[in-house]
């Protein structure tokens, strides 16, 4: 059963850092993209960063590009996004998202908030 969860969110002021985890069970983790995607209040869930299998092909989308780092560890089957330089419209719940044969698989989210 693939199952995708979340970690590492919670409350930092503008300026801060902090460092997400997905945790992958249930699949070859190694063999699929994975994605990032976040929710903020009344807003749809956007795209944020993808990752390639091998972790060598990384995209951000523009408001993030330079102060997150998306990356992945295919032995431990973890994803990651390092977040600086926070600002408060970072503000939302991040998912991890990843699709295997045709099916969407997301994990419970995790709160980030970036506020003083």
């Known amino acids: 059963q693939v199952q995708l969860v979340e970690s590492g969110g919670g409350l930092v002021q503008p300026g801060g850092s902090l460092r997400l985890s997905c945790a992958a069970f249930?699949?070859?983790?190694?063999?699929?993209?994975m994605r990032w995607y976040r929710q903020a209040p009344g807003k749809e869930r956007e795209l944020v960063a993808g990752?390639?299998?091998?972790?060598?092909?990384?995209n951000y989308i523009l408001s993030v590009k330079g102060r997150f780092t998306i990356s992945r560890d295919n032995v431990k089957n973890t994803m990651y996004l390092q977040m600086n330089s926070l600002k408060p419209e970072d503000t939302a719940v991040y998912y991890c998202h990843t699709s295997i044969d045709g099916s969407t698989y997301w994990g419970q989210g995790t709160q980030v908030t970036v506020s003083l």
């Open positions: 249930g699949f070859t983790f190694s063999r699929y993209f």
């Open positions: 990752i390639n299998t091998s972790g060598g092909i990384t």
